[in-house]
């Protein structure tokens, strides 16, 4: 029997150009091209005293309109881990009842330099098809040789464009276990088959006439929602023995502590002097972990490598000091070495897998699972303090946004470790408060107040604020102030608290508004509803399908008076609103205090991932709260 590949492999063939594109558009209806088939063939090897994979990729995508041209640059990544072997591409041009191959003759290597990564090994070989028109096929075939299996990249069955047939297929000696997970797809939709034939065991996963996944604005990485398979070598048997790889936590603890006793230490009698002068005087241990903490955060500058095992090796706490520099492991490290040299013994060096993750210990212990490093300082048990280095602006007791609600990897010792969960923030710890007082000059609305911003806002706006000069940051300040309409000025503002990160950063401000105020005879009608976050926020139920990703979750509040003018009179107040849902909420009022109206509103958002189950009560609390920014107090001149 042929091939599930290989019959989809004729089946394509046998097929007219003309008739292949009538045959997909009637399929796939609406799509710029489609994936005939996308294939992985895995060969596990097991050379000298390692286990490596071989592995051949195989796409053919099929081009249904002139927009599919945007497909015609292609690109291949290979690295220390994952040697590029061979690389070849073409088109398939229409030509009558067949196809004309045009190969790819330009390659083009280079490394590929990620932002914010001031070294990576990891290459990207590119390249350009020719002749993309609606019926052309554009074919690629690449070999990599993985010198680790440990570091396999997963398979994702679907992709950016519907696929027709995608298929992986592992073929490992009997004296390899394999396993494997799938992430987001029904496991009836996917065939597995397994058999024996010879000395090898060949696995094989196939999937058909997948659609193209949604687009949709704000949501998670993909890898929260295409159909994949990550797959591992959980043991191998080398060189007569039976060698655990990647059968779980403690088979991946065991390679990441490897990592950490690579490291070539090196005395620093400076880093013990600089620790020594920082804790003097501290009355807590605490106070010792925070200080050292926001001096890494201070003076080491975060700036990342990635070549080879220097992707997982941190370098020597000495060495990070002197340099000044470190990437997420040197900064851990030098942070993990200062607590212990300041006499701190709960420090502990942290893996994390950030948001852009979807997985967790429990269900795939592999390097696919983090992509990040910390320190983490454990001053009771169970109680965690994790300390990321990383986040410049991050407050001490608060995990940097990016790994709230995920887990995180503690080695305990070199043959021990702790999965824990770090807490998502709640809500109340970060967020806006403005608190203004108005007055009116004629159609013009004049305002002083204080903004001030706490835990994870404060964090947003700190790296905004940072380092701007006199000509950018009032531009800066003006669009984080600017409410009403397009005629709003800053007259005067100071900043407070920029570096100090345990108090809230604070902007003191003065403005005017013109031509917001609407005056119609003896009636002056003013929305204290000057910003209106949230107003317009509606979801689309009926298009929308991803989750709609959040970085944080806050509490604003914002207090609001207006000086009645002499000779005016309040003629309409409007009444009290709100509605609280799961993911968004919100509470105004109005009140009459003196000569002043006082609107005190308060909106929280609630969420780091928003499912569309909760779409619905998303749009409930907008409509109202839309409602309720359109109310407006009504002044009306006194009687003579």
């Known amino acids: 029997m042929l091939p599930v590949f290989l019959l989809f492999a004729l089946a394509a063939g046998a097929q007219a150009p003309s008739q292949l594109v009538v045959a997909m558009k009637k399929q796939y209806p609406g799509e710029k091209a489609v994936y005939l088939e996308m294939r992985q063939d895995l060969t596990v090897e097991i050379r000298n005293d390692s286990v490596q994979v071989l592995a051949r990729h195989h796409a053919d995508m099929l081009h249904l309109d002139e927009q599919s041209a945007t497909y015609a640059n292609d690109r291949v990544y290979s690295s220390h881990f994952n040697r590029l072997q061979k690389l070849e591409a073409r088109t398939l041009v229409p030509n009558g009842e067949k196809f004309k191959t045009l190969r790819v003759s330009e390659f083009k290597d280079k490394f590929e330099m990620q932002a914010g990564v001031f070294f990576d090994d990891t290459r990207s070989t590119s390249f350009s098809f020719p002749a993309i ?115 779980g936590v403690p088979e991946l603890y065991t390679m990441y502590a490897d990592f950490v006793r690579r490291i070539d230490r090196q005395p620093s009698p400076g880093l013990q002097h600089r620790v020594d002068s920082l804790v003097a005087g501290a009355q807590t241990e605490e106070e010792k972990v925070r200080r050292v903490y926001y001096w890494v955060q201070d003076n080491i500058k975060y700036i990342a490598f990635e070549q080879g095992l220097r992707g997982f090796i941190p370098h020597d706490a000495g060495l990070v000091y002197a340099r000044r520099y470190g990437d997420c492991k040197d900064m851990a490290n030098l942070t993990n070495e200062m607590l212990h040299l300041a006499g701190v013994k709960n420090a502990y060096l942290t893996w994390v897998g950030t948001r852009d993750l979807p997985y967790k210990y429990a269900e795939l212990a592999t390097p696919g699972v983090d992509n990040h490093m910390i320190a983490t300082y454990e001053p009771t048990p169970g109680q965690y303090v994790f300390l990321d280095a990383t986040s410049k602006h991050t407050p001490y007791g608060m995990p940097s946004a990016m790994i709230q609600g995920k887990e995180g990897l503690l080695g305990l010792d070199p043959q021990s470790s702790r999965v824990v969960d770090i807490p998502a923030v709640d809500k109340a710890r970060s967020g806006r408060d403005d608190r203004s007082v108005l007055t009116l000059d004629g159609t013009v609305l004049r305002g002083t107040g204080k903004l001030s911003l706490a835990g994870y806002s404060k964090v947003d706006q700190s790296y905004g604020l940072d380092g701007l000069d006199r000509t950018d940051e009032p531009k800066y300040v003006k669009a984080l102030l600017e409410r009403g309409n397009n005629k709003f000025f800053v007259d005067h503002y100071s900043i407070a608290n920029l570096d100090v990160r345990d108090q809230p950063l604070s902007i003191s401000y003065d403005y005017r508004l013109q031509d917001y105020v609407q005056q119609v005879d003896d009636e002056v009608y003013v929305n204290l509803s000057l910003e209106r976050p949230y107003a317009t926020d509606r979801i689309d139920v009926a298009t929308r399908k991803l989750p709609r990703y959040n970085e944080f979750a806050h509490t604003d509040h914002t207090r609001t008076e207006l000086v009645v003018p002499a000779g005016y009179e309040v003629s309409y107040l409007p009444p009290s609103a709100q509605a609280q849902g799961e993911a968004l909420g919100f509470k105004v009022s109005y009140e009459r205090q003196g000569n002043k109206i006082i609107q005190d509103r308060e909106l929280y958002v609630n969420y780091l991932l928003l499912q569309p189950a909760q779409f619905g009560d998303w749009n409930s609390v907008v409509t109202k709260l839309g409602n309720a920014y359109r109310e407006v107090v009504i002044l009306k001149k006194k009687r003579a």
């Open 133 to 247: 028109t609606p019926g052309a096929r554009t074919v690629t075939d690449y070999t990599v040789r993985h010198v680790d299996a440990r570091f396999v990249m997963p398979f994702f069955v679907g992709s950016y464009v519907p696929v027709r047939h995608a298929e992986l297929t592992i073929t490992a000696p009997k004296g390899v276990r394999i396993g494997y997970k799938i992430f987001h797809a029904d496991p009836a939709t996917i065939a597995y088959t397994k058999e024996e034939k010879g000395g090898q065991v060949i696995y094989r996963w196939t999937a058909n006439n997948l659609p193209s996944p949604p687009r949709d604005n704000d949501a998670p990485e993909a890898s929260y929602y295409l159909p994949h398979i990550v797959f591992f070598v959980q043991e191998a048997t080398v060189n007569g023995q039976p060698r655990k790889l990647l059968a």
